[in-house]
Every structure is written in C-alpha cells, then in structure tokens.
C-alpha cells in the first residue's frame, strides 16, 4: 500500500474512533440516551461502541490489580497547572517544562485509555492500536503528537461520570451547558464535587506512577475557568497562566475548533452555532478567569505573555520557575534547550480575513484587549473581499 493511500485510510478510521472510546460503557451509554446522537454518526458511534466493550476486561483487570498501590500513592499537594485560553501557547510551554525529568504529566495515551496505563496485555494492545492510527500531527495547528506525549488530563476526568468539559467535542451542541456546569459549577452537590475530586486524585496518582516522576504538571485550558474548584482541592497549587493577543487567539481558535471538531462530534452543529460558541467560550473563560484569579495566593500565580516567551524562551522558564520556586532550572536547561531548538521548524498558521470577520472579532473580545494591553495585531492581512 502506497504511503498515501495508508494515509488516507488511518486517516478515514481516525474519523470513527474520537477519545472517547477508553469510557466506561455503562456512562457512555448514558452520556450517548442523555444527549442524543445525530443519524449521521451512527457508524461512529457503533465503532466507538464496540472499542469500549473490547475494553471492559481490561479495564476490570487494572482496577483490580493497582487498586492499593494507586490508593496508598501520596498525592502531590502541589501540583502546577498551566492555563490560559485554547491556542494561547499552552502545548509548547507545557511541553518544555515536561523535559524536566522530575515533571509528571498525562500522557496522550492515558487521555484516552485512562483505565489501561500500566503494564498487561490491556496496555499492549491499546497502545499498540493507538500507535497504528494517532496521526503525526494535530488538525488545525500541526503540532506533533505521540502516545506518550504530554496531552490535556480533561478528557480523563469524563471516564466515569459528569466531570469533564470535554463532552463538548462529542456533543458540541451542550457547550454552553457543560461551560456551566463542569467549569463553573453552577448547580453543582456534594457527590459530584466528591467524584471529580477523587477523579483528579486518581489521575495524577496513576500518571505519577506510571512515569516515576515526582511532582505533576498540567496543562488543561478549561481549568482556566475553573480556579475557585482547583484550589478547594489543592489550596497550594501553583499557576502559569499564559496569555496571547485575543484578535490571534480568536482567529487561531476558529480554525483549530473546524478542524478538531468534525472527527470528534456525535451531534451535527452548523458553523455559524459553532463559532458564535466559540466566542461565548471565550468570553465566559476570560471573565471567569479575571473575576477569580485574586483568589491564587500572589507567590502562587505567574503571567506570562506568549509574545514574550516566543521570543526568550529559556528567559521566561527561568522567570516561572523562580516566581513560583520550583527547584531544578539550570540542572535542566540543557534539556529544554535541545526541546526548544528542536521546534524553531515549526510553522505557525497565517491569517487573512475579511473586513467583516475581522470587526466581528474585534467585538467579541475588546474586554480583553484592554484588560491584557495589547492593540490589533500587525501580522493579520484585512480585506475588503
């Protein structure tokens, strides 16, 4: 089979088998009765359907054998968590301090087969599966991907119950709603502020444990509206929050969510309905994270501006891990250097827009511009077409 020809079907199977197919069965069936899924996606979703049931055992198995050890683990009480607003430079920071050999972190095979990760006949085949169909490259922004790189620990959180903002990507119709309720909060009880703080417990518990590191590090940009819930389980935590021009992070979120979403969904969205989402999620995200990030102690919370950091990298890592004292920098350098350098290829998308497209973002987040100092951004060409 011709290299293109391989591509084009890994890249037809990719469209049927989204994250979540490491769920449990009985809440993905649930999630699937509770919010419906459009006739379109029948395939899919029978796919996904059967990946799940192929995984019962295993899963039964690895709770069964690491039940104590994951239990009697210590919980790191101080865990970093990198935030900032999708496309604002989260991956690459996140993906630099990760080469500090102490950092814990989920990897994307976790993410995705949370209940799989540690040694057995579950974790080979899975991953084995796994390194047949991840792309090389994330749609939308072609940053690389790999099994066991760093990825976002909030497709976990949806394993076993209403924890994870991230059903949006199957069910992208509810967004709003899931803004709601998994990040705000908003009518949240006592049993399920207890199930999505034992979640966290046992996902960091595990990914510590299956990379022998010491201290965990997250990037997650939903958690960027989720601070008051973050520290009423981790009241030491400590912050980075990265930050980017809003016109660049609109544009950029735009592109990525058209490109990310249609091989995830279960539900047909239009792509008007999707990007006035995408402008309300940015909205609530940015406000939420003014209103709250006074509630982080002063010596637990770092700034950082993504035109910064693009231009002196190993500067700002320096900065964050002195502001927050995070020992280890200069034992380290050497090997964020070479991580560094290692990306200079990287090609960042470009953008021309319309006049119209242009005002309209403009609109939508002149809240920020003036909260974060920044003007319009030189490097985006305006049209009149």
Not at 97 to 123: A, H, L, W
Request: net charge positive; aromatic share 16%; charged share 25%.
């Amino acid at each position: 089979m011709s290299s293109d020809k391989y591509r084009s079907v890994k890249e037809s199977i990719q469209l049927f088998l989204p994250p979540v197919v490491g769920f449990s069965f009985i809440h993905l069936i649930n999630l699937m009765i509770k919010y419906g899924i459009s006739f379109r996606y029948i395939l899919r979703t029978l796919a996904i359907l059967i990946v799940c049931i192929i995984g019962i055992p295993f899963r039964i198995y690895e709770h069964w054998r690491y039940k104590k050890k994951i239990e009697n683990f210590p919980l790191v009480d101080t865990p970093i968590f990198i935030i900032g607003h999708w496309r604002s430079g989260t991956t690459h920071l996140h993906n630099i301090i990760c080469q500090d050999p102490k950092m814990g972190y989920v990897t994307t095979f976790q993410s995705v087969f949370p209940e799989n990760v540690f040694p057995g006949f579950g974790r080979w085949l899975f991953k084995s599966f796994m390194k047949l169909l991840i792309p090389t490259s994330r749609k939308g922004d072609n940053v690389k991907l790999g099994v066991e790189y760093p990825q976002e620990e909030e497709f976990v959180l949806g394993r076993n119950h209403h924890n994870s903002f991230y059903d949006m990507w199957y069910f992208p119709r509810k967004t709003m709603y899931f803004f709601d309720k998994y990040l705000l909060g908003k009518d949240a009880t006592a049993k399920s502020k207890a199930n999505f703080r034992n979640d966290y417990y046992r996902m960091i518990r595990k990914a510590m444990i299956n990379l022998n590191r010491t201290w965990f590090i997250s990037k997650n940009p939903p958690n960027t509206a989720r601070i008051p819930a973050l520290l009423e389980i981790f009241p030491n935590a400590k912050f980075i929050h990265i930050y980017r021009n809003p016109v660049m992070v609109l544009l950029s979120t735009r592109h990525f969510f058209s490109k990310i979403m249609p091989p995830l969904q279960m539900h047909t969205i239009s792509d008007d309905k999707r990007n006035d989402m995408i402008y309300d999620l940015y909205r609530k995200t940015m406000e939420s994270y003014f209103e709250h990030k006074d509630l982080i102690p002063e010596q637990n919370l770092v700034e950082v501006r993504f035109e910064e950091f693009d231009q002196d990298q190993m500067g700002t890592i320096k900065r964050v891990y002195e502001e927050l004292g995070i020992p280890g920098f200069e034992k380290s350098r050497e090997t964020f250097e070479v991580y560094a350098e290692s990306k200079k290829g990287y090609k960042k998308n470009t953008y021309k827009v319309n006049r119209k497209l242009f005002e309209e973002i403009q609109e939508n987040c002149s809240f920020s511009m003036e909260k974060l100092n920044y003007d319009i951004p030189s490097n985006v060409e305006v049209t009149d077409d």
